[in-house]
């Protein structure tokens, strides 16, 4: 299995603009969850989805942030419009079980927004 | 919620010694315990996990301690090589907590 995977590795775009982030999670796995890394904040999860349904979006920042899961292989998290503090890297991890279980983590998206 | 804080932000060892890392919760409710490692540039990558019924879990030049009574948990890596280094991070789950909340990760160096 290839594992979790993200595009872009990395976006540069200007404020206001709209990012798309990708995600591919492990097939067979039913739970999938978006993670923001910054070195202020650590690993802050956003959302949490099983069975492609979102279960938990508290960490969501804000209206500008939205997640989709549209089918058990495919998920999208969107900022629109960005601001540089949303500059980060964003992580998207899948396991089998949903919470209480090993997640296994893409190789991230650097996004820099300018 | 649960929050999640490691004691020492770096931890600098010699090769071939011992290292111990360690960790604090808040909820008591927590019932799932995971060490990841992550190396610059990639994803957090699994080392070992516990439930809250256990208090040792071993793996391979890896143990993880849990005390449930004071909130704490400890990652022991043995004979530390120039490949442990790295940032490593606890998280938690349970408790009513969706997602494992994370902890803000101690890097090890290793010294030669």
């Known amino acids: 299995d290839a594992g979790v995977i993200q595009s872009p590795r990395h976006e540069v775009t200007e404020m206001g603009q709209e990012v798309t982030l990708r995600c591919k999670p492990i097939?067979?796995?039913?739970?999938l969850f978006w993670y923001r890394q910054t070195m202020m904040r650590g690993l802050e999860l956003l959302i949490y989805f099983n069975n492609n349904v979102p279960i938990d979006d508290s960490g969501m920042p804000e209206d500008r942030f939205s997640a989709k899961m549209p089918n058990a292989s495919f998920s999208t998290l969107k900022i629109q419009p960005s601001e540089p503090r949303d500059s980060a890297v964003y992580f998207c991890a899948s396991s089998i079980q949903g919470a209480g279980t090993e997640a296994f983590f893409g190789q991230g998206t650097r996004l820099t927004v300018v | 919620g649960e929050s999640v804080g490691l004691h020492l932000p770096t931890l600098s060892v010699q090769e071939g010694d011992n290292s111990i890392i360690n960790c604090a919760y808040s909820?008591?409710?927590?019932?799932?315990f995971i060490w990841y490692k992550q190396e610059s540039g990639k994803g957090p990558q699994f080392i070992i996990d516990?439930?809250?019924?256990?208090d040792k879990r071993q793996g391979q030049r890896v143990t993880v301690l849990l005390n449930k009574t004071v909130k704490h948990l400890s990652l022991q890596i043995a004979a530390t090589q120039p490949g442990d280094s790295a940032v490593y991070f606890c998280a938690a789950s349970g408790g009513g907590a969706d997602g494992l909340t994370f902890g803000k990760g101690t890097h090890l160096i290793i010294q030669p």
């Open positions: 516990i439930r809250s019924n256990m």
């Open positions: 909820n008591s409710a927590s019932d799932y």
């Open positions: 097939s067979g796995h039913n739970s």
